[in-house]
């Protein structure tokens, strides 16, 4: 059996076999996967490399560093943009990693209308 073969049996069955128990690191999740995890619905805004600008509700990532956004909405840049031009409304979204120039957490309406 070829080993790249053997290798790929052998992770299925470590983390498929029995779906009960996640597959964790010792001591629990580390920092990262907690900052990642309150994250988790908030609404981002990601800014592409094409000038695009997505906001949406933060549902998952990858370690491509791709992101999936729920209830996604695209914002054209300046120069491409129709004077008084509305969003277009895209849904569910998947975002390449390679695509993103930067990720900026939208403050929330409740904590905006307090402020």
Not at 75 to 84: E, I, N, R, S, V
Request: charged share 20%; proline share 9%; glycine share 8%.
């Amino acid at each position: 059996m070829p080993v790249g073969l053997w290798v790929l049996q052998r992770f299925y069955r470590r983390t498929v076999s029995d779906p009960a128990s996640p597959v964790q690191p010792p001591g629990g999740p580390q920092p990262r996967a907690r900052r990642l995890a309150a994250l988790l619905n908030r609404s981002l805004r990601v800014r592409m490399s094409d000038g695009r600008t997505l906001v949406g509700a933060f549902l998952c990532t990858d370690r491509d560093a791709n992101i999936i956004l729920g209830s996604a909405q695209e914002f054209l840049k300046a120069a491409d943009a129709f004077p008084g031009s509305e969003p277009r409304v895209l849904g569910l979204a998947m975002v390449p990693g390679h695509h993103i120039v930067s990720i900026e957490v939208e403050r929330d309406a409740a904590a905006a209308l307090c402020s």
